[in-house]
T-cell receptor, first 113, second 112 residues
Framework: EAQVTQNPRYLITVTGKKLTVTCSQN?????MSWYRQDPGLGLRQIYY???????DKGDVPEGYKVSRKEKRNFPLILESPSPNQTSLYFC????????????FGPGTRLTVL | GENVEQHPSTLSVQEGDSAVIKCTYS??????FPWYKQELGKRPQLIID?????GEKKDQRIAVTLNKTAKHFSLHITETQPEDSAVYFC???????????FGQGTRLTINP
């Protein structure tokens, strides 16, 4: 089944404890992206990747890191999480950049205490 | 960069009536305008999209219109049904399609 998966789905952590949210797609998509969703703010892009080893900042990259060592995986890293990073996070992928449907993962609800 | 404004933030309509959600964008170079539907507790899913060389696109009860001169586009849902209740997001591309900028979302409620 073609899909985007994320893990974990739910995470409660404390300030400063490094964490990684994994994202994987099995559709051989070139483009992958991370968004955070907050009430009243819609979906805001954190980072995106147009292909392996090619990543760039979105609109809200502060406090996050990403890597794209393999085409299928695009992990989101929070080196020192803070309470303002409490949010619902979505990974998405599309065949390539520019005018292609983005397929979203199921979401990761993160709470930073 | 691109800025997308979406209105209204909430919309309540009677079942069977029509619903319209409007978005404006700032980047005249934008060429791709998708609409996503997010049901409660679920992931966003594409329901319809339109490209800049087309003024209108329709898929059964859903239609999208685009006015490039005015830089706005709208989602129209006719004969609304309870399963249309969801949050709807518009979006516009930026930087040659490298990024997708979303509107703030509209929570649509269909009253039986």
């Amino acid at each position: 089944e073609a899909q985007v998966t994320q893990n974990p789905r739910y995470l409660i952590t404390v300030t400063g404890k490094k964490l990684t949210v994994t994202c994987s797609q099995n559709m051989n998509h070139e483009y992958m992206s991370w968004y955070r969703q907050d009430p009243g703010l819609g979906l805001r892009q954190i980072y995106y990747s147009m292909n392996v080893e090619v990543t760039d900042k979105g609109d809200v990259p502060e406090g996050y890191k990403v890597s794209r060592k393999e085409k299928r995986n695009f992990p989101l890293i929070l080196e020192s999480p803070s309470p303002n990073q409490t949010s619902l996070y979505f990974c998405a992928s599309s065949l390539r950049q520019g005018g292609n449907e983005q397929f979203f993962g199921p979401g990761t609800r993160l709470t930073v205490l | 960069g691109e800025n997308v404004e979406q209105h209204p933030s909430t919309l309540s309509v009677q079942e069977g009536d029509s619903a319209v959600i409007k978005c404006t964008y700032s980047d005249s170079a934008s060429n791709y305008f998708p609409w996503y539907k997010q049901e409660l507790g679920k992931r966003p899913q594409l329901i319809i999209d339109i490209r800049s060389n087309v003024g209108e696109k329709k898929d059964q009860r859903i239609a999208v219109t685009l006015n490039k001169t005015a830089k706005h586009f709208s989602l129209h849902i006719t004969e609304t049904q309870p399963e249309d209740s969801a949050v709807y997001f518009c979006a516009a591309d930026e930087s040659g399609g490298q990024k997708l900028v979303f509107g703030q979302g509209t929570r649509l409620t269909i009253n039986p």
